[in-house]
Each structure stands twice: as C-alpha cells, then as structure tokens.
C-alpha cells in the first residue's frame, strides 16, 4: 500500500499521456491504489489504453490529463487540452523556450500545472537552496550535480535546472547568465581562478538505474554546505504527479506549480 496519505479530491478522472514508460506505469499503479480513476491512456508510440482512440478524445473525457510524454508532443497536447477545456499537468522534461511560451498561451485557457519535478522532497530542497542562496554571499561557489539512470537523453535534469534557478533566484539573478555546463569545451577563464566567480556549474552523470540523485553544494573557503535529495523508487513522482492532478482538476485557467500545492 500507498503510505503517503492521499490529498486529492473524492473523485477525478484522469488522462495518462505516457501511459507505457516508465513513470506511466508508476503512476496507474498510485492510481490504482488510491482508487482514481484512470479515464484511459496514451503511450509515446500512440499506443492506447482504454477506450479512447486519440488524445482529443481522451482530454474530452477526463478532468485533468497528466503529461510525461516527449517534449515534441506537447503541443499536441496543449492543443487537445485548450479544445476541450481540460487542465493538464505537465512533468515532462527538456523542454525549450517555445514549449515554455506555449504553456503560458495554454494557461489562459485552462489551469496548467506544469513541473520539472512532482516529488515533494525535491520541491522542498529547492525552496532550501534558494534560501541558501540568499543568505550566502557571493564568495560562496555554487555547483550542482546529478545522476540519473542510462537512458535519459536530456542533461542537465529538469530537476538540476529546477534547483539552479533557485539558487540564481536567490542571487538575484537569471540562471541563464550564471550557468555553466561544460566548462571543458570553453577552456579556463581569463586570471588565475580555473573559475568564474558567482558562476553556477552543472554536472550529469548517467548510468545504471538510477531513478534520480541530485545534491547542490555551497563551497566557501574553509568551508562546505551540501544540500542533496535521492530518489530511492520512480514511485515519489507518480504519487505527487497524482497528487497534483488532484488539486488542479477544477481550478481557474493559469499557470501553477508544484508549490502552490504545497502553500493549501
């Protein structure tokens, strides 16, 4: 059994988009156990499940759609999800600026709620690194590193990005003008530091199974703050994806995020 206490309404339907992979499968079985109701499902490859022949018709017969499919499907399923005035939940990842922007157009529509991660605890870590962030002075470096399982193609993670705009945020600063992710192919900076100051360095590292480590650390001089979360089961995602899926089903058209779940 479940031992997270369920925080959803009595009763939603919900539409799996990437109901084959991975974390599709992790989340009909949280469904399942807490007794929601799967409207029906389609995988990457289109494959179906249930009665639904396309994702038009799915969103038309579910409350709320949960999408961890590919990023080229997005819009498609924004589209689908505007059409029948359905909200979504997004947790797919490596998403560009034009899927951003595409979700903003979605959110005046129909609620949105989308994710780089749905666990609680990684959403509470963030929340720590920004304050962190804050508090710490410039002098403080920061790197952020993460490993995930062979077969994820997108690096940094959602969730290294996610982490790395909060400590920007608590800077003060866009993450784009502090990133570093490949500090090999750029060579040393100019001066005698091997690296820039106030810079927010990236590493990923990908094998085996693992479902998802990551762990911000605050190198001072004389000094170090380590600041990690490790996914142990693809489970923590599904149940705050459900979770999630709850709480959105019948809010007013926006953009949310996973902390304004956490705030009710």
């Given at each position: 059994?479940?031992?997270?206490?369920?925080?959803?309404?009595?009763?939603f339907r919900l539409g799996?988009?990437?109901?084959?992979?991975?974390?599709?499968?992790?989340?009909?079985?949280?469904?399942?156990?807490?007794?929601?109701?799967?409207?029906?499902?389609?995988?990457?490859?289109?494959?179906?499940?249930?009665?639904?022949?396309?994702?038009?018709a799915l969103a038309a017969?579910?409350?709320?759609?949960?999408?961890?499919?590919?990023?080229?499907?997005?819009?498609?399923?924004?589209?689908?999800?505007?059409?029948?005035?359905?909200?979504?939940?997004?947790?797919?990842?490596?998403?560009?600026?034009?899927?951003?922007?595409?979700?903003?157009?979605?959110?005046?529509?129909?609620?949105?709620?989308?994710?780089?991660?749905?666990?609680?605890?990684?959403?509470?870590?963030?929340?720590?690194?920004?304050?962190?962030?804050?508090?710490?002075?410039?002098?403080?470096?920061?790197?952020?590193?993460?490993?995930?399982?062979?077969?994820?193609?997108?690096?940094?993670?959602?969730?290294?990005?996610?982490?790395?705009?909060?400590?920007?945020?608590?800077?003060?600063?866009?993450?784009?003008?502090?990133?570093?992710?490949?500090?090999?192919?750029?060579?040393?900076?100019?001066?005698?530091?091997?690296?820039?100051?106030?810079?927010?360095?990236?590493?990923?590292?990908?094998?085996?199974?693992?479902?998802?480590?990551h762990q911000v650390v605050?190198?001072?001089?004389?000094?170090?703050?380590?600041?990690?979360?490790?996914?142990?089961?693809?489970?923590?995602?599904?149940?705050?994806?459900?979770?999630?899926?709850?709480?959105?089903?019948?809010?007013?058209?926006?953009?949310?995020?996973?902390?304004?779940?956490?705030?009710?």
């Open positions: 059994m479940d031992p997270t206490p369920a925080a959803t309404p009595p009763a799996l988009l990437g109901a084959g992979g991975r974390m599709g499968q992790a989340i009909l079985a949280v469904a399942a156990d807490r007794g929601v109701v799967v409207a029906g499902g389609i995988g990457r490859d289109g494959a179906v499940i249930g009665p639904h022949a396309d994702v038009a017969a579910c409350d709320v759609l949960v999408d961890f499919s590919t990023p080229a499907a997005l819009a498609g399923n924004l589209a689908a999800a505007c059409a029948a005035g359905t909200a979504i939940v997004i947790g797919t990842t490596g998403l560009s600026a034009a899927d951003h922007a595409a979700i903003d157009a979605a959110a005046r529509t129909i609620p949105v709620l989308q994710a780089a991660n749905t666990a609680l605890g990684v959403n509470i870590l963030a929340w720590l690194v920004e304050q962190a962030a804050t508090r710490l002075g410039p002098d403080w470096d920061i790197e952020i590193v993460e490993m995930h399982h062979r077969h994820k193609r997108d690096a940094p993670s959602g969730t290294a990005l996610l982490l790395g705009t909060a400590a920007a945020t608590g800077r003060g600063a866009a993450l784009a003008d502090l990133s570093r992710c490949d500090r090999a192919a750029a060579g040393p900076p100019p001066g005698p530091s091997a690296r820039e100051d106030g810079t927010i360095g990236f590493a990923a590292l990908r094998g085996g199974s693992v479902a998802g480590d605050f190198a001072g001089d004389g000094e170090r703050i380590e600041l990690g979360h490790r996914a142990e089961s693809r489970a923590i995602f599904a149940r705050g994806a459900v979770r999630a899926a709850g709480w959105l089903a019948g809010r007013a058209p926006g953009r949310y995020a996973m902390p304004d779940i956490f705030a009710d």
